[in-house]
């Protein structure tokens, strides 16, 4: 599977996008409050830097949640019966989520600050 051309790899990684938005409720919604981001920073017009953080953190949470889908498939394949501790790996990692969720939140709200502070 190694060294395949990039347009091939391009594909599975498109692949693995496409099921995860078909299947996966969180990703979905992440993807929507991104492209609200987005439409935020079109709308607000900040300086740069904060089109490069947002735009950074939402690409960030994603990742993460792909990450997080990628493990809980993984988990649920390998071990499909019910254990406390597969239980506590999906926790984690949807902690993992939602702490960089709250992350972006702040720089959210700081850049919303800034915008439309006088």
Do not use: Y
Not at 11 to 17: I, R, V
Not at 28 to 52: G, K, S
């Amino acid at each position: 599977m190694k060294n395949r051309p990039f347009r091939e790899r391009l594909g599975f990684a498109l692949e693995g996008l496409a099921h995860a938005l078909r299947t996966e409720r969180s990703l979905r919604a992440q993807a929507v409050i991104a492209v609200l981001a987005l439409l935020a920073l079109a709308l607000l017009r900040p300086a740069p830097v904060w089109w490069a953080l947002v735009g950074l953190l939402c690409v960030l949470v994603l990742a993460a949640e792909l990450f997080n889908t990628a493990l809980e498939e993984l988990a649920d394949h390998l071990h499909p019966e019910r254990d406390p501790r597969i239980r506590r790996v999906k926790d984690l990692a949807a902690a993992a989520v939602l702490m960089l969720s709250l992350g972006a939140l702040w720089v959210a709200a700081l850049m919303l600050l800034s915008v439309l502070r006088p």
